[in-house]
């Protein structure tokens, strides 16, 4: 028997291809681009979801004009849609990696604290809408308590050393920090694997072990050393202790594993290589395995992998690629087809609703009030209530409503039922109703009423909120417990 394509496709590679498909929708880039080239770079993050938490007036009283003067600059140069693009993101749906604080750029010269212009993404819980948020990083204690889960960048992802992924005047450099213009073929693998190092190679993550070395220089580079010892993250517990070392300043600097153990205190204090050099890049995996076509990439990126060759080494996509994803659907007015009777007849939209357009109005009238009284519905009102409830499309609708896009999947909704269409009970609705349900938790966290609790890691009331903490299926399992048993009826009387 022969295997289908999609059955060899690694899993990981799947999770991207939806992400490109529905995380970053046309209409976002469209919009954001034009704010931004207006100079309206608060519109363009506006337009990609990401609010600001900053205020440049504050930071020129607390730090002065200069500073002042480079936020605001690398502010214009931000394009926040590829910021969006590129942010980390978790396995299987692809949703931004709750709970993170991204270093985007570092201002050293600016006292002791160094401040940081960083992104961050809410916790799981409040993650609807997936927005993002910009803010200024001043330093431990700069952060009002409890209202971010993790407010210190983390080393792991931080895009300071990686403007190209987000600074639109540094974006054609993409193709060179990628390695897309070395010389690995088509679906080949690297020619040195992390296993290596001492690691496990992953085969559904590929490594750019081929530009470890020279990431590493950056990175040691920006810590203020040439040479030296830094960690790879592998896995959850796994991780390389490298060290990159050259005979003299006129050779290549190159790797090797740390020749002596160090204790747990000391590697954990090593910088660690960022996750956007570790790895390959992405939209670079996706077009080697052909289920991407270029034109369906962001502009930017389309355009940096294009001089270097390497957007049209698979041309057009395969017929598994994002296009096939959601399915062809209808357009506006386009007829279904039912048997009804011995007939086949026509369900198109009619003013704004999906009607058996074959069917006399006084006749489906009729019909509709013999359903109400418990009779057997026409064939064609089963196929309109179908629809309703749990249509074709209900997979396309998921996915944009779990990244956010709330306009996208209400446009599927509208062009599928019509704009007058009243939403029956069923999966469509729930799906409505759940993503505006969870809107609510995330309006909550960024009011500061509901946080994150530092110990629990699980909601907790805002300062002065008075409110009793609320539990989801984020809530641990011992918090449940212990919610339960405090709300059992005491069986012994007290004096």
Request: hydrophobic share 40%; net charge positive; aromatic share 4%.
């Amino acid at each position: 028997m022969a295997h289908h394509p999609a059955n060899t496709i690694p899993s990981r590679l799947l999770m991207w291809r939806r992400v490109r498909e529905y995380a970053v929708p046309p209409s976002m880039i469209e919009t954001a681009t034009a704010r931004r080239v207006a100079g309206d770079w608060a519109g363009a993050c506006a337009a990609a979801r990401v609010d600001v938490d900053l205020d440049l007036r504050a930071v020129r009283e607390r730090h002065g004009t200069e500073l002042t003067t480079r936020l605001r600059a690398d502010l214009r140069r931000l394009a926040p849609d590829l910021l969006r693009w590129h942010m980390p993101r978790i396995a299987p749906d692809g949703r931004l990696r709750p709970g993170l604080t991204v270093c985007l750029a570092r201002y050293p010269d600016f006292g002791a604290a160094s401040p940081q212009l960083v992104v961050r993404t809410p916790p799981a819980w409040a993650d609807a809408g997936q927005r993002m948020s910009l803010a200024l990083w001043e330093g431990p204690g700069s952060e009002s308590p409890g209202h971010h889960p993790h407010p210190h960048p983390d080393r792991r992802f931080r895009l300071d050393l990686h403007r190209h992924l987000w600074d639109v005047g540094r974006s054609a450099e993409l193709a060179r920090r990628c390695g897309a213009g070395d010389a690995v073929e088509a679906g080949g693998a690297p020619s040195v694997e992390p296993c290596s190092f001492g690691g496990p190679a992953v085969p559904d993550s590929p490594w750019a072990v081929e530009r470890w070395a020279a990431e590493a220089e950056l990175l040691l580079r920006a810590e203020g050393r040439t040479r030296g010892a830094f960690t790879v993250r592998l896995g959850a517990r796994s991780r390389a202790v490298l060290e990159l070392f050259a005979p003299d300043d006129s050779h290549v600097p190159a790797l090797r594993p740390l020749r002596e153990s160090l204790p747990p205190q000391e590697v954990a204090a090593l910088p660690v290589l960022p996750e956007a050099a570790a790895r390959v890049l992405p939209d670079l995996e996706l077009l080697r395995a052909g289920l991407v076509a270029p034109g369906r990439l962001h502009p930017l990126v389309a355009a940096a992998l294009a001089e270097s060759g390497a957007a049209p080494m698979v041309g057009a996509a395969s017929a598994s690629g994002p296009a096939s994803v959601a399915g062809a659907a209808a357009g506006p007015g386009d007829p279904h087809r039912v048997e009804c009777r011995g007939e086949v007849h026509r369900i198109a939209l009619r003013d704004g609703v999906l009607t058996a357009v074959d069917h006399d109005p006084a006749q489906l009238r009729c019909e509709e009030l013999l359903v109400a009284l418990g009779g057997p519905p026409l064939p064609c009102l089963r196929a309109i209530d179908a629809v309703h409830r749990s249509p074709q499309e209900l997979p396309a609708v998921r996915e944009r409503l779990r990244h956010g896009d709330v306009a996208g999947a209400l446009a599927v909704v509208e062009g599928l039922l019509g704009p007058g269409a009243v939403l029956r009970d069923g999966p469509l609705r729930e799906e409505l109703r759940s993503a505006a349900a969870r809107r609510i938790d995330h309006g909550l966290f960024r009011a500061g009423l509901v946080a994150v609790h530092p110990a629990a890691g699980t909601e907790a009331a805002g300062a002065g909120a008075g409110r009793r903490p609320r539990l989801n299926r984020h809530t641990p399992p011992a918090i449940r417990r212990k919610r339960a048993d405090r709300a059992r009826p005491r069986t012994t009387l007290t004096r």
